[in-house]
């Protein structure tokens, strides 16, 4: 399955870096060579080259064109997979591992994004995650339907939770941010390098291009999945989908007064916020088989948006507000949404599977990738444990649709008896 691509708000408001990637390969042999230019590949890139490595950082699109750049923006700590599913899948020891992990990615993208270097970033701490159905457990730390009105009026949401630590933010201006770092650290980044072809220790691109390396790490997304037959083996790409409104700061002012983002607690819940220019971005389905034209995006937006904030629709209307941009991104996802990190064979290895939460998971999980290559033979521990499962191609992709349409019905029944 491929995304319907289409230009981002990102895209219109992304900055440019000092230092360019590179079209055409003049060094030909390198120590590792990474397939992938979202923030996994870049953050394994950037270390290995701290560390001393010759490193090229080959792209087959533009840096920033797969998830890690159009995504919704939210960081906090956590995995795609609930603790009690990872407790579940690899014990409690290892589960333990890899929520301190999670945590150390958080604070890597945290003390980064709210430092000097990036500001392009514009990072706004803050996220409520909103309740559609019941009570949450935590009586004192929840905001009830009163308290909630600072934050958002909509008539579905209950109760709210604020993460404080947790934040929003431009990602693909810190992807570009990260990558003039790499840069300067002595990365070589190729874009537009098309397909890959291996054969020993050479590296073929369809663009003409080839190189030779010692070690290469596949850091691609949902968006090489189909072209790739050992990550079409464990991954399957699974599509969301993102409207960006234009300009309407004072209907957002009754609405949506918080500058914090949010989320609602279902599965394949909503996710919203405010952009600086006044904007809302409003992200929501899942999908693993349906391509959407950008006007069914638009149309999906309009209703997903009634059915939170009907009188909002209703201004919006009245002032002729739009959707200025839709779009669609893949997010590579494992049957137990949990990521692959190590060793494919003695000279490749895999960095993929960060589904939905990989804006602190990818770049500590490239991290630990880096020292992995450079010696540390325990960094990886707590990864290996994680089982890799053949998620059977078009099988799985039909399995993962029925669970992802099963979810919203028992979503919808839950929400219904309150």
């Known amino acids: 399955m491929s995304a319907v691509y289409s230009r981002t708000w990102y895209d219109d408001t992304c900055v440019s870096p000092s230092g360019q990637p590179l079209s055409v390969i003049q060094k030909k042999n390198f120590d590792f060579c990474i397939i992938g230019g979202g923030l996994a590949g870049l953050s394994c890139a950037y270390h290995l080259a701290e560390m001393g490595a010759s490193v090229a950082l080959c792209e087959h699109s533009v840096i920033g064109a797969g998830a890690s750049g159009r995504n919704g923006g939210f960081c906090s700590s956590g995995w795609a997979a609930g603790l009690d599913q990872i407790t579940r899948l690899v014990g409690p020891l290892v589960s333990k591992e890899l929520e301190l992990i999670g945590a150390d990615g958080f604070k890597w993208m945290r003390d980064r994004a709210f430092s000097s270097k990036y500001t392009k970033a514009q990072p706004i701490s803050g996220i409520v995650s909103l309740g559609l159905r019941g009570q949450m457990s935590e009586v004192s730390e929840r905001l009830d339907e009163v308290e909630l009105k600072k934050f958002v009026d909509g008539p579905r949401y209950k109760w709210g939770k604020i993460d404080n630590e947790a934040f929003h933010f431009h990602p693909l201006n810190f992807l570009k941010t990260f990558l003039q770092e790499a840069i300067s650290h002595g990365v070589k980044v190729f874009e537009n390098t098309g397909e890959v072809q291996l054969n020993g220790s050479e590296i073929y691109f369809s663009n003409g291009n080839r190189i030779s390396c010692d070690r290469m790490i596949w850091a691609t997304g949902g968006y090489s999945i189909e072209k790739n037959s050992t990550l079409k083996k464990y991954l399957l790409p699974i599509q969301t989908f993102i409207c960006v409104t234009s300009p309407m700061p004072e209907i957002l002012e009754t609405y949506i007064p918080t500058r914090m983002a949010l989320g609602d607690d279902r599965r394949a819940g909503n996710y919203f916020r405010r952009l600086p220019d006044g904007r809302l971005l409003w992200g929501m389905g899942v999908s693993a088989l349906n391509q959407q034209s950008v ?19 209703a201004e919006m209307k009245q002032n002729n507000i739009k959707f200025d941009y839709a779009w669609s991104g893949l997010m590579a996802y494992a049957s137990h949404f949990m990521p692959y990190v190590g060793k494919l064979n003695e000279r490749e290895s895999i960095l993929s599977g960060f589904g939905g939460h990989g804006m602190n998971t990818a770049p500590i999980a490239g991290k630990r990738m880096a020292l992995f290559l450079n010696g540390d033979k325990n960094m990886l521990d707590p990864f290996l444990e994680i ?15 029925f669970e992802y349409r099963r979810l919203r019905v028992i979503d919808y029944i839950a929400e219904a008896l309150g």
């Open 295 to 313: 006007e069914s995006i638009k149309q999906m937006g309009w209703k997903n948006i009634k059915a939170h904030f009907p009188n909002m629709i």
């Open 387 to 401: 089982p890799r499962r053949n998620v059977f191609g078009l099988i799985g992709r039909l399995g993962a649709e």
